[in-house]
């Protein structure tokens, strides 16, 4: 289990003065070079899932994979829910696995974006996750950027206690057309003024000038993808012309060219050669299981798979839980015969779960006056 707290990693990455590279995940071949990278140099590394990318491709499906990569991984890994829209998204990335969210209403005036993040940090923060927001506009291409100011800033970190604040000094989405303009004086003030972990977004072509005098400048987070994914993109489509040999002779040396793309990135961010100072300063991230086990005389099958069926609808809807596996013994004899694991997303979500409607109501209703041998714990997964 390599996951870490990521306001540790990132808050390491700041006090020391580099950044740690976040990549969004889009299949399973940039898993794997991502992975391969930050362990060939040593590097803490943030897998994100991008709520946008929902119109591409199942996200639930590869936040599977993901999630299974980081607990088999060397280095410190964190996972991020990247571009979310607001609540819902948040609450949907965290029963995914993330354990840091963005929530970004940029693109909306300074007061919704204020409310947005604000409901997100509330309830993430039950949750013992932390929240990064944007502030200004870092545009797609083809819209208008709009600048971070100092002021703004500082209200906006003290009215939403966001925790990390993505930018916005002259860069884009994707592809820059033209020089990008940085505005590093900005950066410094606001820097200067917030004192918290600040955040890159559109940081393909950036040069590596550009790159190591912006993190010095309080930038502890790169999302980096444009970048990546336009080389494995070129690639396919010399791959394509080449010959026709069937879909897999396609991804020829894509992982490998991903590979050498984000290395080199990880070389200039300064987060290559940490990861054992990040394991080392760092706390785990550890998921958690309640745990519920009790009988209930005279409930046939049925009315069980019924009540299994109403207690999984109601848990899965609270912040925090991610799964509800129930159990019935194989041996009749042994008492009790239902256990219950309710899969939290860490052991901080036990208290908001216990005191959510939702979960109170189930219990009432099921579990208060019927169930006989009741026993409940809660379990931190081993790091
Ligand atoms: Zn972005």
């Given at each position: 289990?390599?996951?870490?707290?990521?306001?540790?990693?990132?808050?390491?990455?700041?006090?020391?003065?580099?950044?740690?590279?976040?990549?969004?995940?889009?299949?399973?071949?940039?898993?794997?070079?991502?992975?391969?990278?930050?362990?060939?140099?040593?590097?803490?590394?943030?897998?994100?899932?991008?709520?946008?990318?929902?119109?591409?491709?199942?996200?639930?499906?590869?936040?599977?994979?993901?999630?299974a990569?980081?607990?088999?991984?060397?280095?410190?890994?964190?996972?991020?829910?990247?571009?979310?829209?607001?609540?819902?998204?948040?609450?949907?990335?965290?029963?995914?696995?993330?354990?840091?969210?963005?929530?970004?209403?940029?693109?909306?005036?300074?007061?919704?974006?204020?409310?947005?993040?604000?409901?997100?940090?509330?309830?993430?923060?039950?949750c013992?996750?932390?929240?990064?927001?944007?502030?200004?506009?870092?545009?797609?291409?083809?819209?208008?950027?709009v600048?971070?100011?100092?002021?703004?800033?500082?209200?906006?970190?003290?009215?939403?206690?966001?925790?990390?604040?993505?930018?916005?000094?002259?860069?884009?989405?994707?592809?820059?057309?033209?020089?990008?303009?940085?505005?590093?004086?900005?950066?410094?003030?606001?820097?200067?003024?917030?004192?918290?972990?600040?955040?890159?977004?559109?940081?393909?072509?950036?040069?590596?000038?550009?790159?190591r005098?912006?993190?010095?400048?309080?930038?502890?987070?790169?999302?980096?993808?444009?970048s990546?994914?336009?080389?494995?993109?070129?690639?396919?489509?010399?791959?394509?012309?080449?010959?026709?040999?069937?879909?897999?002779?396609?991804?020829?040396?894509?992982?490998?060219?991903m590979?050498?793309?984000?290395?080199?990135?990880?070389?200039?961010?300064?987060?290559?050669?940490?990861?054992?100072?990040?394991f080392?300063?760092?706390?785990?991230?550890?998921?958690?299981?309640?745990?519920i086990?009790?009988?209930?005389?005279?409930?046939?099958?049925?009315?069980?798979?019924?009540?299994?069926?109403?207690?999984?609808?109601?848990?899965?809807?609270?912040?925090?839980?991610r799964?509800?596996?129930?159990?019935?013994?194989?041996?009749?004899?042994?008492?009790?015969?239902?256990?219950?694991?309710?899969?939290?997303?860490?052991?901080?979500?036990?208290?908001?779960?216990?005191?959510?409607?939702a979960?109170?109501?189930?219990?009432?209703r099921?579990?208060?006056?019927?169930?006989?041998?009741?026993?409940?714990?809660?379990?931190?997964?081993?790091?």
């Amino acid at each position: 289990m390599a996951l870490v707290k990521m306001q540790d990693m990132l808050h390491h990455a700041y006090n020391n003065k580099y950044a740690v590279g976040s990549f969004d995940i889009v299949n399973l071949d940039q898993l794997q070079s991502i992975m391969n990278a930050a362990e060939a140099c040593r590097a803490p590394v943030i897998l994100g899932l991008s709520e946008p990318h929902t119109d591409y491709f199942d996200l639930a499906l590869l936040a599977n994979a993901v999630e299974a990569a980081s607990r088999r991984s060397e280095v410190p890994v964190a996972i991020h829910y990247d571009h979310g829209s607001g609540i819902e998204g948040a609450v949907r990335g965290i029963n995914y696995g993330c354990n840091g969210v963005m929530v970004d209403a940029s693109h909306r005036s300074l007061e919704e974006n204020i409310t947005i993040t604000k409901e997100v940090v509330a309830m993430a923060h039950t949750c013992g996750i932390p929240v990064e927001a944007e502030l200004g506009y870092v545009p797609d291409s083809g819209d208008e950027l709009v600048f971070t100011t100092v002021d703004e800033a500082r209200g906006f970190v003290r009215l939403t206690g966001v925790d990390f604040l993505a930018v916005s000094i002259g860069t884009v989405h994707g592809r820059f057309s033209g020089k990008p303009q940085l505005d590093y004086p900005r950066l410094r003030h606001i820097n200067e003024a917030l004192q918290i972990p600040l955040v890159l977004h559109g940081s393909s072509g950036l040069n590596e000038d550009q790159l190591r005098r912006l993190i010095a400048n309080g930038i502890a987070k790169v999302n980096a993808f444009t970048s990546i994914t336009d080389r494995a993109a070129k690639l396919l489509r010399k791959n394509a012309r080449a010959k026709d040999e069937g879909y897999l002779k396609l991804f020829t040396d894509v992982r490998a060219e991903m590979e050498e793309e984000a290395t080199r990135l990880m070389r200039i961010w300064g987060c290559a050669g940490r990861a054992a100072e990040v394991f080392e300063q760092c706390d785990p991230w550890q998921p958690a299981i309640y745990e519920i086990r009790f009988n209930l005389p005279g409930t046939d099958a049925e009315e069980m798979a019924l009540i299994t069926r109403r207690g999984q609808q109601a848990l899965i809807q609270i912040p925090g839980v991610r799964a509800i596996k129930a159990g019935e013994s194989i041996n009749s004899n042994t008492a009790p015969r239902y256990c219950w694991q309710i899969q939290l997303a860490c052991a901080e979500v036990v208290e908001p779960l216990k005191q959510h409607p939702a979960f109170i109501n189930f219990t009432r209703r099921y579990l208060n006056d019927d169930a006989t041998d009741r026993t409940m714990a809660v379990y931190k997964e081993q790091a």
